[in-house]
């Protein structure tokens, strides 16, 4: 049921749900209610996971086959906080990877992170990664002006923390917003972007060079309908 919500997790965050002409991905809410036709976007990269080096386990930083690494943070991250995200290997020695995380522990260096994806190549003393954390995870109502990318739509009210359905295509209802600043209501046929000034709602987007009054740059969709009501 593409508009249940549960308690439990019972599918890997990010599954794919194609139901006719329209299409979700199974994600988890964050610690704020969501309510129906808001767009939802992911949580924004933390700059203290991002371009980190590597240590030493046994010798090495990491041999293929191996599903441990020690990352060097900024700063401690929570207990399995990055759980069914990724490992990107960013820069130096085998740069190019990208490997799914099981789990990780709550200590910034050396961060201890067990991957579900074995590294297929070795990493070395000149590795960069990044940590990201499962884009469907703790999503949020998008921010005005969003701060992350956006995902998708709540096709229903959902509790905080709860599991559901993200609506990512097919025809949606969306919030429409249009009265804060240089927010324009969405036209029938024409782009439909993220409110810079209204948070969880769409917009009229801008021409792709920027002379629009309302300059929004995320792109959900298209508008097949449109009223005077928000």
Request: glycine letters at 12%; a negative charge; hydrophobic letters at 40%.
């Given at each position: 049921?593409?508009?249940?919500?549960?308690?439990?997790?019972?599918?890997?965050?990010?599954?794919?749900?194609?139901?006719?002409?329209?299409?979700?991905?199974?994600?988890?809410?964050?610690?704020?209610?969501?309510?129906?036709?808001?767009?939802?976007?992911?949580?924004?990269?933390?700059?203290?996971?991002?371009?980190?080096?590597?240590?030493?386990?046994?010798?090495?930083?990491?041999?293929?086959?191996?599903?441990?690494?020690?990352?060097?943070?900024?700063?401690?991250?929570?207990?399995?906080?990055?759980?069914?995200?990724?490992?990107?290997?960013?820069?130096?020695?085998?740069?190019?990877?990208?490997?799914?995380?099981?789990?990780?522990?709550?200590?910034?260096?050396?961060?201890?992170?067990?991957?579900?994806?074995?590294?297929?190549?070795?990493?070395?003393?000149?590795?960069?990664?990044?940590?990201?954390?499962?884009?469907?995870?703790?999503?949020?109502?998008?921010?005005?002006?969003a701060n992350g990318a956006p995902l998708g739509v709540a096709p229903n009210a959902v509790t905080a923390d709860y599991y559901f359905w993200l609506q990512t295509g097919g025809p949606a209802p969306v919030k429409q917003g249009g009265s804060v600043g240089t927010d324009t209501a969405p036209a029938i046929g024409l782009a439909?972007?993220?409110?810079?000034?209204?948070?969880?709602?769409?917009?009229?987007?801008?021409?792709?060079?920027?002379?629009?009054?309302?300059?929004?740059?995320?792109?959900?969709?298209?508008?097949?309908?449109?009223?005077?009501?928000?």
């Amino acid at each position: 049921d593409p508009y249940a919500e549960t308690a439990a997790q019972f599918y890997p965050l990010g599954t794919k749900l194609t139901i006719g002409d329209k299409t979700f991905r199974y994600a988890k809410n964050g610690s704020s209610t969501l309510g129906v036709g808001e767009i939802v976007q992911a949580l924004t990269e933390v700059a203290n996971d991002s371009d980190r080096g590597t240590n030493q386990i046994d010798s090495a930083y990491g041999a293929i086959g191996d599903t441990v690494v020690s990352v060097a943070l900024g700063g401690a991250p929570g207990l399995n906080y990055f759980t069914e995200g990724y490992l990107t290997v960013i820069d130096g020695t085998c740069e190019g990877q990208v490997l799914k995380i099981a789990s990780n522990v709550a200590v910034d260096d050396p961060c201890l992170v067990t991957l579900l994806d074995p590294l297929h190549r070795a990493l070395a003393a000149s590795s960069k990664v990044t940590l990201i954390a499962n884009p469907y995870t703790a999503v949020v109502k998008a921010t005005a002006p969003a701060n992350g990318a956006p995902l998708g739509v709540a096709p229903n009210a959902v509790t905080a923390d709860y599991y559901f359905w993200l609506q990512t295509g097919g025809p949606a209802p969306v919030k429409q917003g249009g009265s804060v600043g240089t927010d324009t209501a969405p036209a029938i046929g024409l782009a439909v972007g993220v409110s810079a000034g209204e948070a969880g709602q769409g917009v009229k987007a801008v021409s792709t060079d920027g002379t629009a009054a309302n300059n929004n740059s995320q792109i959900i969709g298209y508008c097949l309908s449109s009223s005077a009501t928000d």
